[in-house]
């Protein structure tokens, strides 16, 4: 679930980057440029989701591995369409500049790791448990409390999304 979570954050990501690149393409070069570079993310993601896949470990192997693919190949598309954004329609911006103006409050982001790693303990905890009641609530609770403190943070620290609620 935590790797669809991220996965999910990353098409997010890739759909809003790829519309700007789909509206500012101007002539058949660059919609050949953009297929090759959807042709090469894709064989990236032949050569490497069969490795995922059959890995043996708990946290990158099977399913996961499936998604953690997948993400790889979200986050080579992202790349080209800042890299296309920064490069050829916003020449006063490099990409490291457009890139701190799509992601969220660094506090905002360590946040999300943190919740991360709350999680993956509260997960761990519950797995070694008696996996009664008690345990799944406590999990729960830590799910909860973690999504709580992130909407609290991002309403606090990103005043774009504070006046997008207003």
């Known amino acids: 679930l935590s790797a669809f ?64 693919a997948n993400m790889m190949g979200m986050a080579l598309r992202i790349a080209y369409s800042v890299w296309f954004a920064a490069n050829r329609q916003l020449k006063s911006q490099t990409v490291l500049s457009l890139l701190g103006r799509m992601l969220p409050h660094p506090s905002v982001l360590l946040a999300f790791i943190l919740s991360w790693i709350a999680t993956y303990w509260s997960w761990q905890q519950y797995e070694a448990s008696s996996k009664d009641l008690r345990a799944i609530l406590r ?28």
């Open 139 to 166: 999990h729960v609770g830590m799910g909860a409390s973690c999504a709580i403190g992130i909407v609290g943070l991002s309403v606090f620290m990103e005043r774009r999304f504070r006046r997008d609620l207003e």
């Open 5 to 68: 979570c991220v996965y999910t954050g990353l098409l997010a990501w890739n759909g809003m980057t790829e519309a700007f690149v789909y509206a500012n393409l101007h002539d058949k070069s660059d919609v050949g440029r953009l297929s090759v570079v959807h042709m090469l993310v894709g064989g990236v993601f032949w050569i490497v989701a069969p490795f995922l896949v059959t890995c043996e470990h708990p946290m990158w192997g099977g399913t996961v591995g499936l998604v953690v």
